[in-house]
């Protein structure tokens, strides 16, 4: 029998669990689809609508969003142009974690600069799958789910992506989804197809 | 059908899969092993472990270490006391995505202070588990795998936890492991026994 005194923690992380061990057990390879776009624009939507369809197929998922993020990990940053690369850093620190993990993770924040995408991407590796949920920004102007719109326009936001700060469209996304023409059901199923063409997740029987 | 302009990113919120919907498709409930204890008790040892144990199991597991979070997530802090704070906080909070996701997880850190652990458990909830990794001081020091201990009683390294700064130990663990007497295989029986007789997995057939 092996005891402590023999190990060391190196000789164990060789041992650690294999990538196609984890991809055996989940019954899928890992993905990181990385949404980005406007406010508005239908990513949380999108995610969460890719995740219930994968899940609903036997797929282990995760979202990560503002909602589990922004008031947890990274609830000490600012909106200042330095927190704001961090905050996408820490981001793509933890999608790489969950792609470790093997599981299909999606991440949804407006990640306005190319930059920064390209620094997550760097980060994450070649799981990381870049969606732009793509919608012109008067119609995520009339949905407004959170009232930013209106507050931006009267100033009560500055440096408000899409009003008075830019956003930098991605110009070799992996996958370009728009949810100003086509109803949500659709937008998920081309992801969800997207992943199949990929190998990542069986095709249905 | 549904489209984006009827839906808000609240109402999606509200619809995403259910801690009891993952833990049906995992096969399992989500847990957070949190291992604490001196450099060289075998904190990463008994995490993987553990993790071996699991996923041979159909267990779906996930370790977080200095390995993966230190050279990534955490990798802008240092070893003042403000960031020592600041690297458990931002370990708690990935753990508590991690059991979100359904995930058995396992951190290995030395973390030393009470409070810093008594932070990530109020971080984390109900699905943290505190695994004292309990070995002497001494024999730690004689398995010095890292050869840290040397380095630390040389003056190469200060404030180095059980020589030159203190080892708060757990007062109320769930667990408590002695790695200095135990051999590796039985310390691993005692976690996944603990694991079973908490319902968090199913007992072997």
Not at 46 to 56: K, S
Request: one cysteine or more; hydrophobic letters at 40%.
């Amino acid at each position: 029998m092996s005891d402590f005194s023999k190990s060391t923690n190196i000789t164990w992380h060789q041992s650690g669990i294999a990538p196609e061990e984890r991809a055996t057990l989940l019954g899928h390879r890992p993905a990181l689809l990385w949404f980005t776009g406007l406010s508005g624009s239908g990513k949380s939507t999108l995610a969460n609508g890719v995740a219930r369809a994968l899940h609903d197929r036997g797929v282990h998922t995760y979202v990560l969003d503002g909602d589990n993020v922004r008031h947890g990990l990274n609830k000490d940053l600012t909106f200042s142009a330095e927190d704001r690369v961090e905050n996408i850093r820490r981001i793509g620190e933890v999608a790489r974690l969950f792609a470790d993990a093997g599981l299909v993770t999606m991440t949804a924040f407006i990640s306005p600069y190319r930059d920064d995408r390209a620094q997550a991407r760097a980060i994450v590796g070649e799981a990381f799958i870049e969606v732009y949920v793509d919608c012109d920004v008067a119609v995520c102007e009339s949905r407004d789910p959170k009232g930013l719109y209106k507050k931006a326009r009267a100033g009560e936001i500055g440096n408000f992506t899409g009003i008075s700060a830019p956003y930098e469209a991605p110009e070799n996304p992996e996958l370009r989804i728009d949810t100003s023409t086509m109803p949500l059901e659709e937008c998920v199923a081309q992801v969800v197809a997207y992943l199949v063409a990929r190998g990542i997740i069986e095709e249905r029987d």
